[in-house]
């Protein structure tokens, strides 16, 4: 079983910058794909980035591209989601999860496992 667990969410002012982090444990982790996913209230969780965990390939939504980033660390086992540019409307709470399916990498539906979530809040 693999566990996730991210970390570094907090408040933070329009424009500022915050780093998280999703730490796996368990048996040996080897996903095709880690991805970021949202979820603000009232809304649906939305895919926000993701990378494949061997090539490094990166995708993003249109809306944090240019401003979020994400990496991994495979040595560590972990993640990282590195958001530049906070805006209001990124307030949420941020997933992490990791996918063995090769397809749907956008999707939640297609991902495994997930972390508990942590909560990121931009101020205007």
């Known amino acids: 079983q693999v566990q996730l667990v991210e970390s570094g969410g907090g408040l933070v002012q329009a424009g500022g910058s915050l780093r998280l982090s999703c730490a796996a444990s368990g048996r040996a982790f080897s996903p095709y794909a880690m991805g970021w996913f949202r979820q603000a209230p009232g809304e649906e969780r939305e895919f926000v980035a993701a990378i494949t965990w061997s090539a490094g390939s990166t995708y993003y939504t249109d809306s944090v591209k240019g401003r979020f980033t994400i990496s991994r660390d495979m040595a560590k086992s972990t993640g990282y989601l590195q958001m530049n540019g906070l805006k209001p409307e990124d307030t949420a709470v941020y997933y992490c999860?990791?996918?063995?399916?090769?397809?749907?990498?956008?999707?939640?539906?297609?991902?495994?496992?997930w972390g508990q979530g942590t909560q990121v809040t931009v101020s205007s």
């Open positions: 999860a990791a996918t063995s399916n090769i397809f749907g990498i956008r999707l939640s539906l297609y991902y495994n496992y």
